[in-house]
């Protein structure tokens, strides 16, 4: 999850649990059994007969005296009968026998009287507000006394509990805050995005300042930009030396060339002859993959199906156990790129399968946009935890650097760079015949 994620995560949950135990503790401060909403039986048998007891012209200062919001006291006429109006909710009978019992003879009615008229507007919020009880007791007086016990719960005008309103405001407030962080944090995930596009082949993409972000988040966007600058500069002035020095050695080495062909026949000229060229493919290599790793490889337009082809004819003609198979879309795909690196990828593979595997079988196919060339040999194959490493420099299977056993572990180090700087991949994988394939995919050229 992003960071923005995160904090709005924690954010509603904190603001969750601070609902949910609000709620919770006013509802186990009341007694939802109904008591808390009742007044006890023996209080309103003593009030009934306080009111007997009070002279009729201080009744009212009494009546006055026992009423609250939550309860209300009143006398009515003694023609009105103290029957009880249509209940509106079931009332338990042992609550009437209960309240019967302490007033004696006294007639009583009990009722749940309809609900408040803000009940249809929040019918659940509002139910536990509305008129708890009501009872009309027949006083010996011959008037009736009736009692209405309201809910504890305090309304507003509006129907809302009191604080609801204000929690209310508090949670908007939070998704007010929510989103100010979010957009925040978008700086964040911008730059994130722009560390994975980050080419330091190519110029610096520099991340817009965000001006009106966090000091913190704006110096750490300077701080990325330079870091993105000053890597492009090193990387740039690391490949101009090393294809500097690769030009200048591989100089020498064509002198030295030169001079062995002075040294008479023989073996010791012969290896003479091998080490020098295979020094020079070598300093090619480095210099065609510093070109590769500085963007610097020419661009044209090249028929790969070509050279494929004209890579396995040459080892056919030297007699190795090389085949290829050409699918019909494969043929005339075109891939801009550099015609030298691309030879180089297709015979440096190519070799590495004669060489390790005993043969290569080349195959060449379209897959969407892109095109899928497939070597597979009949080697013992590659384990999977060393076919990433096998792509790194100065990488072989074979653990001794004795040069006849194998090369210098470059060739398949500078095949990725080379492949890599075309805007392609190479994976390793098994062979159907056992042993070890190289799938290398390069994007087909689009026209605009």
Same mark, same amino acid.
């Given at each position: 999850m992003s960071l923005a994620a995160r904090i709005t995560l924690i954010v509603f949950i904190a603001l969750l649990a601070v609902w949910i135990g609000t709620i919770a503790l006013y509802y186990r401060s009341q007694d939802w059994d109904g008591d808390a909403l009742r007044p006890p039986p023996r209080q309103i048998a003593a009030l009934a007969e306080l009111i007997e007891r009070t002279p009729r012209e201080q009744r009212s200062l009494a009546l006055a005296a026992v009423s609250s919001g939550v309860l209300d006291a009143r006398l009515e006429p003694p023609d009105n009968p103290a029957v009880a109006p249509p209940q509106t909710r079931r009332l338990d009978e042992q609550v009437r026998l209960a309240y019967a019992a302490e007033l004696g003879d006294r007639p009583v009615a009990i009722a749940v009287p309809p609900a408040s008229p803000w009940r249809w507007r929040f019918p659940r919020l509002v139910a536990t507000a509305a008129d708890a009880l009501r009872l009309r007791i027949g006083l010996h007086t011959s008037e009736t006394l009736v009692i209405e016990m309201k809910g504890s719960l305090v309304l507003t005008r509006l129907g809302l509990p009191i604080g609801f309103g204000a929690g209310l405001l508090g949670t908007l407030i939070a998704l007010v805050a929510l989103i100010i962080m979010h957009r925040e944090t978008r700086p964040l995930a911008r730059l994130a995005a722009a560390v994975d596009r980050m080419d330091l082949a190519g110029p610096p993409a520099l991340l817009p300042q965000a001006r009106t972000s966090a000091s913190e988040i704006q110096a750490l966007i300077t701080a990325f930009n330079r870091l993105q600058t000053r890597l492009s500069q090193l990387l740039r002035a690391r490949m101009a030396m090393l294809g500097g020095i690769s030009h200048d050695v591989r100089t020498f080495a064509t002198r030295l060339r030169l001079r062995v062909d002075h040294i008479p026949q023989g073996p010791q000229r012969d290896r003479a002859i091998s080490d020098i060229s295979d020094m020079i493919r070598l300093l090619d290599d480095a210099l065609l993959a510093s070109r590769a790793g500085a963007g610097e490889l020419i661009e044209e337009l090249v028929e790969f199906d070509q050279i494929v082809r004209i890579e396995v004819e040459d080892r056919l003609a030297a007699g190795a156990a090389i085949e290829l198979r050409?699918?019909?879309?494969?043929?005339?795909?075109?891939?801009?790129g550099d015609r030298l690196a691309l030879r180089r990828i297709v015979s440096n593979l190519a070799d590495?399968? +004669?060489?390790?595997g005993h043969a290569a079988h080349l195959a060449v196919e379209i897959d969407a946009q892109t095109i899928v060339l497939t070597i597979d040999d009949e080697g013992t194959g590659i384990p999977?935890?060393?076919?990433?490493?096998? +792509?790194e420099p100065f990488v072989r299977l074979e653990a001794s650097r004795n040069r006849r056993t194998g090369g210098a572990g470059l060739g398949l180090a500078i095949v990725r760079s080379l492949v890599e700087g075309h805007g392609g991949t190479i994976a390793i994988g098994d062979a159907p015949t056992g042993g070890a394939r190289f799938t290398l995919s390069l994007p087909v050229f689009q026209p605009s």
């Open positions: 050409m699918s019909q879309s494969a043929v005339g795909a075109t891939i801009l590495n399968a +004669l060489a390790y999977p935890d060393l076919r990433e490493i096998l +792509l």
